[in-house]
Each structure stands twice: as structure tokens, then as C-alpha cells.
């Protein structure tokens, strides 16, 4: 699943407030991140999928790579793609990776690339 497809489906709908990026392992920075020719990412941060698509390169636990490590919140923000900046907080889709990835960190399930 891309943030993209994300947000074509029910990323909009059902906004949660309590949910708070605060609180959360930055989680949504996991999912493919598809750019558009207008988004202006350092070039040195992105990468091609196998069908050519130009995404946001990922570290080997699936992390976008423009993830700080330190305070897990985007490195970029001011330069973040028009994806991004569309995410909502506390919607749908939002809870559903954190719930995702609350499930596997306590099932123990290695955290791997998912959808290349
Ligand atoms: S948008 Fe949702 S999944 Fe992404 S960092 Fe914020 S709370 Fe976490
Ligand atoms: S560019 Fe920033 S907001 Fe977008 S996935 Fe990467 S770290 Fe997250």
C-alpha cells in the first residue's frame, strides 16, 4: 500500500483527535511514498522501484530514509511530498498502521519492506 492509495481511500474520513503524531513511532513513513514531478526532495533521499517509479528511498526496516532517527518525525518537513503533507492524523488509515505496527512489535514479527 502507497500513501497515495492511502489517501484515495479512507485516509480523510473518521478523524480520530485523540491521535497524536506525538505518540507515535512515525509509523506512516513506512509505506511507499510515490513522488510527483512538482514535490522537491533531495535527490540523494530517493530511489526507483523496479517499475520506475521514483519514491523515498527506505532504510532496511522499511523507514523513509528522510526519518529522524532521534525524534522519529520528518527530517524534511518543510520540503516533504504533496503525499505527505496530505496524510491526515487520527484518520482511518493512520490508526491502521499504528495499529499494524503495534501488533507486530508485540507478536515479535521483524519489521521488513512490505509492498515494493
Ligand atoms: S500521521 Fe498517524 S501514523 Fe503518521 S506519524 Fe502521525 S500518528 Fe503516526
Ligand atoms: S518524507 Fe517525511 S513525512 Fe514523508 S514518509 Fe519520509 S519522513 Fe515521512
Redo the contacts with the bound molecule.
Sequence with gaps: MTLAAAQAGKCTKGIDPTVSCGNCD?VC?RLT?VLMPEDRVPRHLTTRTGHGLEV?ARDEEGW?V??DQNRMC?S?YEQ??AV?RKFAMGSEYCRDERRIYREQMQRGIPLTLRDE
Excluded: G, K, L
Aim: charged share 10%; hydrophobic share 50%; glycine share 0%.
Design positions: 512515525a513513513c511514498v523515498m523513509c528522510a526519518v520528518c524534511i516533504r511530498p505527505c
